[in-house]
């Protein structure tokens, strides 16, 4: 478990592995009907709140945002799929969590840069560590690239695990947005709707 902390709002974020041969994974059909998001939120939402996550327990907006009902009102979830992995992310603050392969194609830097109308995305030599950034920011606000672009100041194209700011420009809110530790072929990062940087957790 490691942790950075600026305040005392906390992020727990996870990964695990999307393998049949895994046994967790293999009770996902009896226990969760089947559901990705319910079987990997379940696990997290057990190690820190100690609740059972029902079916009952777990919404999902138009755009795919989860969100939970019930006793876990209060928290915030988000969700990833990519290279075998699942990453979830649980907060008391609104969040969002991506996860991509490191063999995602270069060059959508140029399509961003295009649907914004401006250069949001500066050229770089890691493209996916720019990708996971701009769609955790999306993840956080429930939108698409498509209808949100033009909604984000800039991304930042650094690679290191510092917080850093994004002006969401609808509203002139701040988020945050760092790198976070990945499995071996990911990158990943988490982005959070907080007036200063967040205090996180990794289990």
């Known amino acids: 478990m490691?942790?950075?902390?600026?305040?005392?709002?906390?992020?727990?974020?996870?990964?695990?592995p999307l393998s049949f041969h895994h046994e967790?994974?293999?009770?996902?059909?009896?226990?969760?009907?089947?559901?990705?998001?319910?079987?990997?939120?379940?696990?997290?939402?057990?190690?820190v709140t100690g609740i059972e996550l029902q079916e009952r327990d777990l919404g999902k907006l138009a755009s795919g945002k989860p969100y939970f009902?019930?006793?876990?009102?209060?928290?915030?979830?988000?969700?990833?799929?990519?290279?075998?992995?699942?990453?979830?992310?649980?907060s008391k603050i609104n969040i969002g969590i991506?996860?991509?392969?490191?063999?995602?194609?270069?060059g959508w830097e140029y399509k961003v840069n295009y649907l914004a109308g401006r250069t949001l995305i500066e050229?770089?030599?890691?493209?996916?560590?720019?990708?996971?950034?701009?769609?955790?920011?999306?993840?956080?606000?429930?939108?698409s690239?498509?209808?949100?672009i033009t909604d984000i100041e800039s991304i930042p194209t650094t690679t290191d695990s510092n917080w850093r700011p994004i002006h969401w420009l609808p509203t002139g809110d701040r988020f945050w947005v760092?790198?976070?530790s990945a499995p071996h072929g990911c990158w990943a990062a988490l982005a959070a709707h907080a007036p200063t940087a967040v205090f996180n957790i990794t289990i």
Do not use: M
Not at 2 to 16: D, E
Not at 125 to 143: F, S
Not at 145 to 148: D, F, Q, V
């Open 123 to 143: 050229k770089s030599n890691t493209p996916v560590a720019a990708w996971v950034k701009l769609e955790a920011i999306i993840k956080l606000v429930g939108g």
């Open 145 to 148: 690239i498509s209808s949100n």
């Open 69 to 90: 009902i019930g006793s876990l009102a209060d928290f915030y979830p988000s969700i990833s799929y990519a290279n075998g992995w699942c990453a979830v992310a649980l």
């Open 24 to 47: 967790d994974f293999y009770k996902l059909s009896i226990q969760h009907n089947g559901s990705l998001a319910l079987w990997a939120l379940s696990k997290l939402v057990r190690q």
């Open 98 to 106: 991506d996860l991509e392969s490191n063999s995602r194609l270069s």
């Open 2 to 16: 490691s942790c950075t902390s600026c305040t005392k709002i906390a992020i727990w974020y996870s990964f695990f």
């Open 178 to 180: 760092r790198h976070i």
